[in-house]
């Protein structure tokens, strides 16, 4: 039996607006302990293109009367910069104890750049906040981590690798936040064996520089520039935007070859790797806390400045997202009230409302709407969305055939989930499609007067009984329009198909229509794998023999098994409406593009060490040959 349906999501489901009555829900407070004050001069630094005044420091009373303003609700605070710890040991000790005093502040975290990190900064935090999260700003290997300077001009990479390892000797793990820049892509498995060598690292996030917008040099207070904003000015004056910005094709595929390194090196098993751990939560259904992939975005974010300024996502353009003052705030309603009056916050929001029709909507969460704006206001998504969506069909390859990381860089199988997309028992299925003399006791086969076959004859999605070539009413079950299809999948290919669809119009009906396709169901990953790059290759050649206004879809989806409540990788192959083609259109020439598709089918088998039709990165392992 094969249930599916498509689900169609509200903005609210994306992004979830604060709700001062809902209280069960945390917020994050990023607060700025010295503002945008810094003891090192990043080039790409986006705090500092702030340009707010530096030198003052978020004191313990601003802590306490944060948690007054969000009275009864849970806080994740992050002390940030800037550089916190140049707010001085006795200041962040102040803020640290305040913070453990306050019981509904449920985490703490500090993110550095490591460069004053010593054994008595570790022992005051082991005193006053042993459960202190901390998060090291490192880009990688030295080379990559060309734009992180001091104000001399000269790499900080010695002294935060020094930090690294007196965590490690301390016992310490720690996250590290490394940005994607030019410095680093085509390198990724080597950067990623580099930051994963260091023994106190547990998690890797890598952020990308989509910083295209940039289009001129952090302001000073003085005339007098160092050597590290005269190397800013020279990479902002690039011809293609800063030298350190990357575009977010760039970025996908270095994030799948990180992924395919953390998979095939074992890097999983001890560090946390994102923006890949979140990409598999979602496409496994789970929730996650990484605000990219989450319905809680902006809303849910905060910041704090040692002016008392109080705004929401420190990402933001500022002043646009500032809310309040934090001295005049009484109350959430308040802070609620402010969001509601922020013509920003309304914006982003409104940034979204494509999200809602997109097919990739329950994976991908709508991304970071600060990250959409940097990257291209004017891109209408093309660029941001095309990432993203190239993020997720080459992680779900990973997921579903690990062994095989070339199914990653395949860009004709899309994930394509179908939900819910179930049978009632997986295991012996697949057992009775191998055992020929097995027959089932009873079959129910009924037919709709819209050509559907199920146990009831009704038109639309019914369960169907799930038979096997062995069956003696196997071909009574498969509908005829998608029969030569079927029968090529199994009798030559040898494979399994756990779904079948022939097309449906349902004129004079009120159902959509749906259209003609097989669902495969491999009987390992290997299969698996060399099924994908078939289905690749036959999508690739068929497409230009189709007739106008058709599309192959190979698309990679979950399969439920309603015992187990386990999931399977399976593949769908479809003939779906082309662009400006009409279901009328679709449904007159369809047995013409059926048998172009199974001709297609009829020419190609799945092979061992053969790869898809899609060109391979150079840079990557997988480009050292086939399905290995």
């Given amino acids: 039996m094969n249930l599916s349906t498509e ?10 607006r604060l709700n001062a009555d809902d209280t069960d829900t945390a917020v994050s407070v990023i607060v700025k302990t010295r503002g945008e004050t810094c003891d090192i001069d990043c080039l790409y630094c986006y705090e500092k293109r702030k340009e707010a005044p530096g030198g003052a420091r978020v004191s313990a009373d601003q802590i306490r ?22 707010a001085g040991r006795e200041q962040i000790s102040e803020i640290l104890a305040e913070l453990a005093g306050l019981p509904q502040v449920v985490r703490v975290s500090l993110q550095t750049n490591g460069v004053l990190l010593d054994a008595d900064w570790l022992d005051m935090f082991d005193t006053l906040c042993p459960d202190l999260r901390i998060g090291i700003s490192l880009d990688g290997d030295a080379q990559g981590n060309a734009w992180r300077v001091g104000y001399d001009g000269k790499p900080v990479y010695p002294r935060v690798a020094a930090a690294l390892n007196l965590l490690a000797e301390r016992g310490r793990s720690v996250g590290v936040i490394a ?32 910083d295209s917008t940039i289009r001129r040099s952090t302001a000073l207070p003085s005339r007098r520039k160092s050597a590290s904003r005269l190397l800013q000015q020279a990479a902002v004056n690039a011809a293609d935007g800063p030298a350190w910005a990357i575009h977010p094709d760039e970025y996908a595929q270095f994030v799948l070859a990180a992924t395919a390194r953390w998979i095939t090196a074992g ?10 751990v979140s990409t598999i939560r979602r496409l496994r259904g789970l929730t996650t806390g990484f605000c990219h992939f989450s319905d809680l975005k902006c809303d849910h974010v905060f910041t704090l400045y040692p002016d008392g300024r109080l705004g929401s996502c420190d990402e933001l353009p500022w002043p646009q997202a500032r809310l309040t003052q934090l001295e005049s705030t009484a109350d959430e309603p308040e802070m609620v009230r402010a969001q509601q009056g922020s013509l920003l916050l309304d914006q982003g929001k409104a940034l979204m409302d494509k999200c809602t029709t997109c097919d990739y909507r329950t994976t991908c969460g709508g991304g970071c709407v600060a990250t959409r704006w940097r990257q291209d206001p004017a891109d209408d998504h093309g660029a941001y969305c095309d990432y993203r969506m190239r993020m997720i069909d080459g992680v779900a390859a990973l997921l579903a055939q690990p062994a095989h990381p070339v199914g990653a860089w395949c860009q004709s199988l899309r994930w394509r989930p179908r939900t819910p997309n179930s049978m009632r028992d997986v295991n012996a299925f697949l057992a009775r499609w191998e055992a020929p003399d097995f027959v089932d006791s009873e079959v129910r086969l009924h037919t709709s007067e819209h050509g559907n076959i199920n146990t009831v004859g009704l038109a639309g999605i019914h369960e169907a009984d799930d038979l096997t070539p062995a069956h003696p009413m196997w071909r009574a079950a498969i509908e005829p329009g998608v029969w030569p299809l079927v029968d090529t999948v199994t009798r030559t290919w040898g494979l399994v198909t756990y779904d079948s669809c022939q097309g449906h119009q349902y004129t004079g009906a009120d159902l959509a229509p749906t259209g003609l396709r097989i669902g495969l169901l491999a009987r390992d990953r290997r299969e698996y794998a060399r099924t994908a790059s078939a289905l690749c290759r036959v999508a690739t050649f068929a497409s230009s023999l189709l007739p106008a206004g058709f599309e192959v879809n190979v698309g990679r989806s979950e ?30 020439r369809l047995r013409e593009a059926a048998a172009v598709l199974a001709a297609a089918l009829d020419a190609e088998r799945p092979k061992t060490d053969s790869a898809c039709a899609c060109p391979l990165p150079v840079s990557t392992e997988a480009a050292e040959g086939g399905l290995r």
């Fill in 267 to 276: 890097y999983f098993t001890r560090v946390k790797l994102e923006p890949a």
């Fill in 179 to 210: 940005a994607v820049t030019p410095a680093v892509l085509d390198r990724a498995e080597e950067v990623l064996d580099h930051l994963a060598g260091f023994g106190s690292v547990n998690a890797i996030s890598f952020v990308p520089c989509f």
């Fill in 7 to 16: 689900q169609r999501h509200t903005i609210d489901g994306l992004y979830r």
């Fill in 559 to 588: 399969l439920t098994c309603e015992s187990t409540g386990t999931t399977t990788p399976v593949l769908d192959l479809s003939l779906a409406p082309g662009p400006g083609q009409g279901w009328d259109g679709y449904f007159s």
């Fill in 65 to 86: 009367r944060l948690a007054a303003v969000f009275k009864g609700r849970r806080l994740a605070v992050e002390l940030h910069g800037g550089e916190p710890l140049t």
